[in-house]
């Protein structure tokens, strides 16, 4: 059973910086690629950044420049948030990519706001 626990989110004045951290627990491989997603109000949940088993990200459109994603050890997986505005407030949640059946972890609430 996979478990994934976030961490790191908060209030942050827009133009500010966020450190989002995942820890992955139970049987997991090495070779899934790892994911951020968020989830705003009223919106569906959406891919935020993706990284695979050799470290290679892709972003969507709207982050690129401003989010930084890694996996520096096995079972962690981080999002460094820098630059923030106000479309950035959702909940952020680790998971693989693409989805597994693997259940959601509880996220992390990020909150823009001056």
């Known amino acids: 059973q996979v478990q994934f626990v976030e961490s790191g989110g908060g209030l942050v004045q827009p133009g500010g910086s966020l450190r989002l951290s995942c820890v992955v627990s139970?049987?997991?491989?090495?070779?899934?690629?790892m994911a951020w997603y968020r989830q705003a109000p009223g919106k569906e949940r959406e891919l935020v950044a993706s990284?695979?088993?050799?470290?290679?990200p892709t972003y969507r459109n709207s982050v690129k420049g401003r989010f930084t994603i890694s996996r520096p050890v096995k079972g962690t997986v981080f999002l460094q948030m820098n630059r923030v505005n106000t479309e950035d407030t959702a909940i952020y949640y680790c998971?693989?990519?693409?989805?597994?059946?693997?259940?959601w972890g509880q996220g992390t609430q990020v909150t823009v706001s001056s």
């Open positions: 990284i695979t088993n050799r470290g290679l």
């Open positions: 139970g049987t997991i491989l090495d070779t899934f690629t």
């Open positions: 998971n693989r990519y693409p989805l597994g059946g693997w259940n």
